[in-house]
């Protein structure tokens, strides 16, 4: 899962939210990631929410009005080191 979390990381954006549709859309145009699975973007969500659950999260999760839609940024420390 290492690998959909570092490809996610090069495509995330720190200063605009986004869906991980299309941050796995992102990456597989890249090349970033290459896979032969059926739910590439089940498993870089899984990889983002692990991430998001450490002690020092390289990216934040921001929920839609209402709570039913999540978003994905970089974390305040990752984006001055991406960028």
């Known amino acids: 899962m290492t ?5 996610a990381l090069r ?3 720190a200063t ?3 869906r991980a549709r299309e941050i796995t859309e ?4 890249r090349g970033l990631l ?13 990889a ?3 991430e998001a659950k450490v002690e020092r999260p390289r990216v934040r999760r921001i929920f ?8 994905w940024l970089l974390g305040d420390k ?3 080191a991406v960028g």
Not at 3 to 7: G, P, V
Not at 34 to 46: V, W
Not at 64 to 71: D, I, L
């Open 78 to 80: 990752h984006s001055a």
């Open 11 to 13: 495509v995330m954006s």
């Open 34 to 46: 290459r896979t032969r699975g059926k739910t590439p973007e089940a498993t870089l969500t899984a």
């Open 64 to 71: 839609t009005p209402g709570g039913t839609k999540v978003r």
């Open 48 to 50: 983002l929410y692990l």
């Open 3 to 7: 690998l959909f979390l570092d490809a």
């Open 16 to 18: 605009r939210p986004m």
């Open 26 to 29: 992102e990456a597989l145009r």
